[in-house]
């Protein structure tokens, strides 16, 4: 359970969240959705202790984020950033190994247990047969996979995913957010995820935030939020709504 | 990479040192027998090439090691002590100490630990912009902060009588010749310590290669990590200078190759290369002795001219 109570983030002088509040229980999902610049990434480096909030509180568990230190954070709480590129050669294997960190000592090498996670993360993550190619040698979509992977890995509870199916195709899309979901209802996990992809938000969210210029603008089902006039008055579009005849959910298409 | 690989490959690096220190040893202006040495050829072996040998191991184990270990932290395959100009800070602090406080031998080493950590922030808060740290920002850094210091050094060479200023400017090519059993004693510390330290967080610097934003987000403290990495590397390269000058490129070289063999996992790269690096410059010194004997060369020469050309082909490999 993560607790989120009146957070304001300043960027010097400049705020850049203002009043958050909101509960993110065990076993769901939240999406979150904003234009460019609405403070939605902003929100999810303040949920890891990125950016320390200048009022309000953050609680893991009822325990204040403040007080964690960075290893307890990271053993709670993962992040997939948009993407990172590195100079060195590093494989997939030893990339998604990497995010044990948390788990071994500073010397040790990786247990049967890191070894086991890992390789069932990139599974989980259609990347089977991966282990031993370059990171650097992979296309961005299947970077951003491995990166997902890692993530899996670490098994901290909370994920928070910023912007996870920017560069993938339309099936490893849905398997990204299927994945997620299946996670937080099986093995009580939770997750935050940021899109731009309204359908997808109403497929797979149990809650959506809308943020507009760093405030809440609305919040609840997707069926409470995805609505017109909430639609245009955080992006500016207008939209027509519909429902989807497969899954039954909302269907939201832009009219330009 | 796999354990038992890498276990082999290390075995493997450990009998190569053996044996490159033999033949040191035994090759140079006076060719060495192995078994039945005279007393004079006793006396070369133990007061000059020995002491020479194991100070150049040292050398090359610590700048491979802090060659590697900043590589990492600042996610840059040609950051290097010598091209960061953190060798050069160590240089000005041994050259302080040496006209300043000429009696006392402990000042030199000390100062050049200083000198070495002063250019390495010096260079660090250079390169770091508003928008981070890019490859070509940290090395044109290295190079200002290089030639200021350059200057400086030249500058403070006009303090120095002419019988010095020989040895000195071989010195600042990186010189072995001066090595005394002490400064042996100072540099093998200093190369252990900086060695333990860097490979200790080997694991956090196979997140922060990727970034320091990842890595954070996995739990490694960052600013603590970035200054043992900083500090040990400091040390070694200020024990290495402080004794032999700036041997430059070893840092670059020495993890290149390494990480062609074993990959990028720090766990390896950095004492492998620790070990790779003493077989280095005890072999380029052994050249720097033999080539053109009973004439020498600095061994910073040799270690340059296999250094300048790769650097070029790492830049230029995208």
Redesign the interface.
């Known amino acids: 359970m993560l607790e989120v109570r009146d957070i304001t983030i300043k960027y010097g002088e400049c705020e850049v969240l203002l009043d958050i509040t909101f509960n993110l229980p065990d076993g769901k999902t939240i999406v979150l959705l904003g234009a460019n610049g609405a403070g939605k990434t902003t929100l999810i480096r303040a949920l890891?202790g990125?950016l320390p909030p200048a009022r309000g509180s953050i609680n893991i568990d009822g325990r204040d984020l403040n007080a964690l230190s960075?290893?307890e954070?990271?053993?709670s709480i993962?992040?997939v950033?948009q993407e990172?590129e590195?100079?060195?050669?590093?494989?997939v294997m030893?990339?998604v190994l990497?995010?044990r960190?948390?788990h071994?000592s500073?010397?040790?090498?990786e247990t049967e247990d890191d070894l086991e996670n890992a390789k069932k993360a990139l599974a989980d993550c259609n990347l089977s047969g991966f282990e031993t190619r370059l990171m650097n040698h992979l296309s961005g979509g299947e970077r951003q996979r491995v990166v997902l992977a890692r993530a899996i890995a670490?098994n901290a509870r909370i994920l928070l995913l910023d912007e996870p199916t920017a560069n993938l195709d339309l099936s490893h899309q849905a398997m990204m957010f299927r994945l997620v979901r299946e996670r937080c209802r099986t093995q009580s996990c939770s997750a935050i995820v940021i899109t731009h992809d309204l359908n997808l938000a109403s497929e797979f969210a149990d809650e959506i935030i809308m943020l507009k210029n760093g405030r809440i603008a609305a919040k609840g089902t997707p069926e409470e939020v995805l609505t017109a006039e909430n639609v245009r008055n955080v992006f500016a579009v207008d939209v027509l709504l519909d429902e989807n005849p497969a899954s039954r959910k909302v269907r939201v298409t832009a009219v330009f | 990479?796999q354990?038992n690989r890498a276990m082999l490959l290390g075995g493997g690096l450990a009998v190569l040192l053996l044996a490159v220190l033999a033949a040191a040893a035994m090759l140079g202006a006076e060719r060495l027998p192995i078994f039945d040495l005279n007393e004079q050829q006793r006396s070369i072996l133990f007061d000059i090439r020995l002491p020479r040998i194991l100070l150049g191991a040292c050398v090359g184990a610590s700048l491979a090691a802090a060659g590697a270990g900043l590589?990492?932290l600042l996610?840059?395959?040609l950051a290097e002590p010598y091209l960061l100009g953190v060798s050069n800070g160590a240089a000005l602090g041994t050259m302080l100490a040496f006209v300043f406080f000429g009696a006392f031998e402990w000042s030199r080493p000390v100062l050049a630990f200083a000198g070495a950590g002063v250019a390495t922030l010096a260079v660090y808060r250079l390169a770091k912009s508003r928008e981070g740290m890019n490859?070509e920002r940290l090395v044109l850094s290295g190079v200002i902060i290089t030639t200021f210091l350059s200057s400086v050094i030249v500058m403070m060479t006009t303090l120095l009588d002419a019988a010095k200023l020989r040895s000195f400017t071989f010195w600042l090519l990186g010189d072995l010749s001066q090595a005394t059993l002490n400064g042996v004693y100072i540099a093998f510390a200093a190369a252990a310590i900086g060695t333990v330290i860097l490979?200790?967080?080997?694991?956090?610097l196979?997140?922060m290669?990727?970034?320091e934003?990842?890595a954070?987000?996995?739990?490694?403290?960052v600013g603590r990590v970035r200054m043992l990495v900083f500090g040990a590397a400091s040390l070694v390269v200020g024990a290495s200078v402080a004794a032999s000058g700036s041997v430059g490129y070893v840092g670059l070289i020495v993890p290149h190759l390494v990480?062609l063999a074993v990959?990028?996992?720090n766990?390896l790269v950095v004492p492998f290369s620790a070990v790779a690096g003493a077989i280095f410059v005890v072999a380029a010194d052994t050249i720097a002795r033999t080539a053109i004997a009973p004439r020498e060369l600095p061994v910073g020469a040799i270690t340059a001219l296999i250094g300048a050309p790769l650097f070029i082909y790492l830049l230029r490999r995208k």
């Open positions: 890891n990125t960075r290893r954070i990271a053993k993962t992040v950033a990172n590195t100079r060195f050669p590093i494989t030893e990339f990497s995010g960190f948390v071994g500073a010397f040790g090498w670490t | 990479m354990r590589q990492s996610r840059n395959p490859v490979t200790s967080q080997a694991r956090a196979n997140l290669m990727v970034g934003r990842d954070f987000d996995f739990g490694v403290e990480r990959g990028s996992d766990r």
